[in-house]
């Protein structure tokens, strides 16, 4: 039921946390070949990138970064938010950013997964946050609406955004990973649904796509914890953005989706050693998720830059004198707008439906 | 393509889990021949059949199961006047057999709900998944993305706080069917040949604040915690609308499940549905309720409970007041339906006292 999109819509955006991206891309290259990708090495790298050929790509490193956000800015994309300098130079309508470390999954047939494809899919069909269809995605293949779904809510809404899963490594915290040391999540489940409207949800990173046309600056890179470090149980950044974008839109009317396409995470580093390192940030959560689902936006507030800096001002309030990091990922959120207006080509214009 | 499972391949697990505390209700206008499929898992569990229809006909019960039946006669005689809140040719009569139940808790499943088979072949023991999800916490206030925590092989995600962990009881688990689903008559007219065949291997908590329509196809609960909240409305005969028993119920106990911090899971188990009702009768029926649901829907979705209703009982008349209030306007019947749902919890009290511990009804 997918719109037919064009290639030159989609812009592929990896951030490089590990120079060698030999393996990955030639694992992804059936999939990613297609399209324009956006590769973004951290800035705290120092190695060269390795890169194999044969991809239409465009590689973004530290000095040029510096030149065209400033060095000061440029210290917001560090680690695995370097991508997000990657969604703000790109000028394509929707991204897909899978991070480094996971390759395409097999489905129980034994299919490659095509990620890429499976997230288009998701993008250009409806979502359904008003109410919940219990056969999942109504739109997918095979299935529909059920009995005592209002006929009025049937035409959806637009879906902004599409979280896709892992299997192997799945995406825990720190203190569960190294509890259940040899748990890895081999459960893949045959669906796509909408994350009902004013539920909140921990978006993952690892495995996303979103219209940047629609969405905008809504994916924020702000929260940096004070050990951040360069695996994701010692980040908390992409959680943080996931609840920013979620309220945005179930304030604009937009959707959420989580479900398929899997990605194949591989194993990669010691949660043990993670968690000796960070634990803040499994105890900054006890404050975040309260925050977000107190927050309520203005009925003013009818485009995503708007709803960004509203959010941005309750957290400084609010959090502001909680935690520092609070304060700054509030800064960071309003800096991040300015650069969208000036930097980020293509302005956003949804309004509030 | 979806199969059922045949009765060979069912087999009886080692411990039938909470077998003295759960009560099985069929409604049956037909036959229970479907039991004998159903055997391995069931037969050790105390079964409540409500016989609709006819009470004059006999409904042959397949040897070694333990029940009770009652039929209108029976419905008649056991509650008196307030019998006009169960309905009568339609499958919306099954509340009254969680209203007489003794136990905790009540697992319905329609007479045309067979055992499934997982991708593996294996047949589903539907009722074991719907014990394993009551017994296990709700998540409703923050979304699990690997869905049900307390399943083997998942957990909570990263950025879940832990405070949230914990969880809340589960009042109710809503099962899935494969091969018919549960489309109404207007998809079902345009869709006659589409099958369920894919196999969602997850069960989730739905959200609190979210309705979702709730099937009692293949449906359990722990009637101590939610059972006043399940009555299946006025259907069937005399009555202007059919095929809504299950929804109604489903806003209701959300609404109201919300409100008291108790979770509903949707998802496994999975059971064969192998008939398909006639569109075209099933169109005459839900006809109504498919421009009064356009109202229902909202109602439902702005009720608000006052702090003062801390028990099922009073969350549902209160919530009988509000329909009588709000919805009368969209048609005399809610004004109706309204005392009817008084009626019931009139009718529930009276048949389960506060503290009284009794046994089992006995068979006919």
Same mark, same amino acid.
């Given at each position: 039921m997918s719109v037919a999109i064009k290639d030159d819509e989609i812009d592929i955006v990896i951030g490089a946390v590990r120079s060698d991206l030999t393996s990955f891309l030639n694992e992804w290259r059936p999939m990613f070949s297609r399209f324009h990708l956006i590769i973004v090495k951290d800035p705290d790298l120092k190695e060269e990138l390795k890169i194999p050929e044969g991809f239409n790509l465009d590689v973004y490193e530290k000095p040029y970064m510096d030149r065209v956000v400033g060095s000061s800015t440029s210290v917001l994309f560090s680690g695995y938010a370097c991508r997000y300098f990657g969604y703000l130079v790109s000028r394509k309508k929707y991204i897909i950013?899978?991070?480094?470390?996971?390759?395409?999954?097999?489905?129980p047939k034994g299919f490659v997964v095509d990620a890429v494809s499976h997230h288009i899919t998701n993008l250009t069909t409806p979502a359904t946050p008003f109410f919940f269809n219990t056969l999942y995605d109504p739109f997918a293949e095979g299935s529909d609406f059920v009995r005592g779904y209002p006929f009025s809510l049937r035409s959806g809404v637009k879906c902004a955004l599409s979280c896709g899963l892992w299997l192997n490594l799945g995406d825990y915290d720190a203190p569960t990973q190294a509890l259940k040391a040899k748990q890895r999540n081999s459960r893949y489940v045959d669906a796509v649904m909408t994350v009902p409207a004013g539920s909140l949800v921990p978006i993952s990173g690892i495995n996303i796509a979103f219209d940047r046309e629609v969405l905008g600056p809504a994916l924020v890179p702000a929260l940096k914890l004070a050990g951040e470090g360069k695996f994701r149980w010692?980040?908390?950044?992409?959680?943080?953005?996931?609840?920013?974008?979620k309220v945005v839109c179930d304030h604009l009317g937009l959707g959420v989706k989580t479900g398929l396409p899997y990605v194949w995470r591989t194993d990669r580093g010691d949660p043990i050693a993670s968690l000796k390192k960070e634990w803040e940030g499994v105890k900054l959560m006890e404050e975040v998720v309260p925050f977000f689902q107190s927050?309520?936006?203005?009925?003013?507030?009818?485009?995503?830059?708007?709803?960004?800096?509203?959010v941005a001002n309750a957290a400084k309030e609010r959090l502001g004198s909680t935690d520092p990091v609070f304060a700054r990922a509030a800064k960071a959120m309003l800096d991040w707008v300015n650069l969208w207006k000036s930097v980020g080509y293509i302005s956003s214009s949804s309004s509030a439906v | 393509m979806a199969e059922p499972a045949t009765a060979t391949e069912a087999a009886a697990p080692a411990v039938a889990l909470l077998k003295d505390e759960l009560d099985i209700v069929i409604p049956? *206008?037909?036959? !229970?021949?479907?039991? #004998?499929?159903?055997?391995? +898992?069931?037969?050790?569990?105390?079964? %409540? *059949?409500?016989?609709?229809?006819?009470?004059?006909?006999?409904?042959?019960?397949?040897?070694? +199961?333990?029940y009770e039946l009652y039929n209108r006669n029976d419905i008649n005689r056991i509650l008196g006047p307030k019998a006009s809140c169960i309905s009568f040719k339609d499958s919306a009569c099954r509340c009254f057999g969680y209203m007489v139940s003794k136990k905790k808790y009540i697992y319905t499943i329609d007479d045309d709900c067979f055992v499934a088979k997982d991708p593996s072949g294996k047949a589903i023991n539907a009722l074991e998944q719907h014990i394993k999800n009551l017994l296990s916490p709700s998540t409703p206030f923050f979304f699990n993305t690997l869905y049900d925590p307390f399943r083997e092989g998942a957990d909570f995600v990263r950025g879940y706080p832990f405070s949230l962990r914990e969880g809340v009881s589960t009042a109710v688990s809503h099962g899935l069917w494969l091969n018919i689903p549960d489309y109404d008559a207007p998809t079902q007219l345009v869709k006659p040949l589409e099958r369920n065949t894919r196999y969602v291997d997850a069960v989730m908590t739905i959200p609190k604040g979210t309705l979702f329509p709730m099937c009692g196809m293949n449906l359990a609960f722990d009637r101590q915690l939610i059972g006043p909240a399940m009555y299946f409305g006025l259907m069937g005969d005399g009555q202007p609308i059919g095929r809504y028993d299950d929804m109604w119920a489903g806003w209701c106990i959300k609404v109201i499940c919300d409100h008291l911090g108790l979770g509903v899971k949707t998802g496994l188990p999975y059971i064969y549905h192998s008939k398909a009702? /006639? @569109?075209?009768? /099933?169109?005459?029926? #839900?006809?109504?309720? %498919?421009?009064?649901?356009? #109202? *229902? %829907? @909202?109602?439902?979705?702005?009720?608000?409970?006052?702090?003062?209703?801390?028990?099922?009982?009073?969350?549902? *008349?209160?919530?009988?007041?509000?329909?009588? #209030?709000?919805?009368?306007?969209?048609?005399?019947? +809610?004004?109706? !339906?309204?005392? &009817?749902?008084?009626?019931? %919890?009139? &009718?529930?009290?009276? !048949?389960n006292p506060a503290g009284a511990a009794v046994p089992n009804g006995k068979a006919k």
């Open positions: 950013s899978i991070d480094d470390d996971c390759l395409p999954a097999r489905d010692e980040t908390m950044e992409d959680i943080w953005s996931g609840l920013c974008v927050v309520r936006l203005p009925r003013e507030a009818t485009t995503v830059e708007d709803c960004v800096v509203e | 049956t *206008i037909r036959n !229970l021949d479907f039991l #004998e499929m159903w055997r391995p +898992f069931f037969q050790p569990y105390h079964l %409540i *059949i409500v016989q609709d229809g006819d009470p004059t006909k006999t409904i042959r019960v397949p040897e070694g +199961f333990d009702s /006639n @569109p075209f009768v /099933n169109l005459r029926k #839900e006809y109504k309720g %498919i421009y009064w649901q356009e #109202e *229902i %829907i @909202p109602f439902f979705q702005q009720a608000v409970l006052p702090k003062d209703c801390t028990s099922v009982q009073k969350c549902y *008349i209160e919530l009988a007041k509000q329909v009588k #209030e709000k919805l009368s306007k969209v048609d005399p019947y +809610f004004d109706k !339906l309204a005392d &009817a749902m008084v009626t019931w %919890i009139e &009718a529930w009290d009276e !048949l």
